[in-house]
């Protein structure tokens, strides 16, 4: 959870408080909340925007194809994406890491940390039976990627439908992330045209049958356990 969604979750519980029967605890509830809020900087319209993680990625850069994926959430969701990065020792070398917080309604911010886990998980696993069949080359598979992505991307119609970014979410990126500087991907490597064109045809024929449905209450859950949450 970020220091701003504790602050927002702080503020929710006080005005809850505040609408207790007890007029002292009730006052006292709703001061402190009002004085979070303008120590922060945090509106009442904002307190219902949150921030949801995916999974991380053990790579410091988000890929071409996976930078895609996030755009095409985004996109038709509703929230707006940042790229988190954290690092950790393993074997006395550092491993970077990099996620992505989607912002957005609770609601909807759930919806795109659970599909673009979902999406890239099935990736990896096509990815994985890929180079197994066809012995192929990382490039071959990133190519092979490119072409699952763009096609299982057309599933996340079945989660959102299609979205028009809320007003107050809106608002919130004017105020925490308009100018900030546009995370850059890792370039897929390029191989010859149409060794790629077969690989990312090939990948676009599996990503069909890409599988993302609505998430139930207990897949939310699961998410929320393995990728961050709120």
Known sequence: MSVDSRYKAKIKKLLAL???????????????????????????????????????????????????LVAAVMKIS???????????????????????????LERDAELAAYSFDVLHQQMMKARFEFKRLYRA?????????TGWIISACE????????RQMPEVVTKHYEKEAKGLSEAKSRKTQSIDSKDSEICAGLGFKQ??????????????E?????????
Not at 137 to 145: E, G, H, R, T
């Open 18 to 68: 505040a609408q207790s029967d007890n007029p002292h605890e009730s006052e006292i509830a709703k001061r402190q909340a009002m004085a979070l809020m303008k120590k922060h900087e945090i509106d009442a319209d904002e307190l219902d925007v949150v921030e949801v993680c995916t999974r991380f990625i053990s790579r410091k850069k988000l890929k071409d194809f996976e930078a895609y």
């Open 78 to 104: 509703g929230v707006y994406g940042l790229q988190d990065y954290d690092f950790k020792f393993r074997n006395d070398r550092v491993q970077w890491l990099t996620r992505v917080n989607f912002i957005g």
């Open 137 to 145: 080359s990382a490039a071959q598979q990133d190519q092979f990627c």
């Open 155 to 162: 599933k996340l119609a079945n989660v959102f439908g299609d």
């Open 207 to 220: 990503g069909k049958d890409a599988q993302l449905n609505q998430a139930t209450t207990n897949q939310q």
């Open 222 to 230: 699961v998410q929320l356990r393995l990728g961050g949450g709120l």
